[in-house]
């Protein structure tokens, strides 16, 4: 897929809170959805809520769902960090099923990976300072870093201090990435203006 950059993504995007009716609206717009070829992001990497998947040229900004490294999926199903989707799920390695995150570097940029966050051509991307160990003391393999992504890679982050991104398992090859996906419907948060400024 080729890597460019996009202007802003146009169109308005909804915050809806979960609770009382709103929980009711969600679970009739999540069976919509699966209908129409979208999918309920539930991660705490980017704001949970329906987006619509497309296909299209990977820019810069944009959210995307993808399939982990066979070593990298391997190492997430073992500690519970994502989940296993059987036969009937996309054909990600280890069974794993397909993430989503926003691109927040492509082929040429410079990487920075610090305890304080990960800068990428100097620019810190938020909510992106290092963690050591996960909730359970186990070592997340954080060492800093610097690189510039090479070609066919891309490296993919969240906007949740805790997230599981490219602050611990680097660049994934952009052959990874199975498709664009536009929110919808998001959940209302602390993170939501911040991901509303990454997004493009």
Not at 76 to 93: D, E, F, K
Request: a positive charge.
């Amino acid at each position: 897929m080729a890597i460019r950059r996009s202007k802003l993504l146009t169109g308005t995007i909804f915050a809806l809170r979960f609770t009382g009716v709103g929980l009711c609206a969600m679970l009739a717009l999540i069976v919509l959805a699966t209908i129409l070829g979208m999918r309920f992001v539930h991660t705490d990497s980017l704001p949970r809520g329906i987006y619509w998947i497309a296909s299209g040229p990977i820019h810069r900004g944009a959210v995307v769902t993808f399939c982990l490294p066979a070593s990298i999926a391997s190492e997430g199903v073992q500690r519970g960090y994502i989940r296993t989707v059987g036969s009937w799920g996309p054909n990600c390695p280890e069974h794993a099923e397909a993430l989503a995150k926003l691109v927040a570097a492509s082929e040429g940029d410079h990487i920075d990976i610090l305890r304080s966050g990960v800068y990428i051509n100097g620019q810190r991307w938020p909510l992106s300072s290092a963690n050591f160990t996960d909730t359970a003391g186990r070592d997340l393999h954080w060492r800093p870093k610097h690189f510039i992504v090479s070609a066919h890679q891309i490296l993919l982050m969240g906007i949740n201090r805790d997230s599981w991104d490219a602050r611990y398992f680097g660049t994934i090859p952009v052959s990874n990435i199975r498709s664009l996906a536009y929110p919808i419907v998001i959940e209302a948060s602390k993170e939501s203006p911040i991901f509303r400024k990454v997004l493009r």
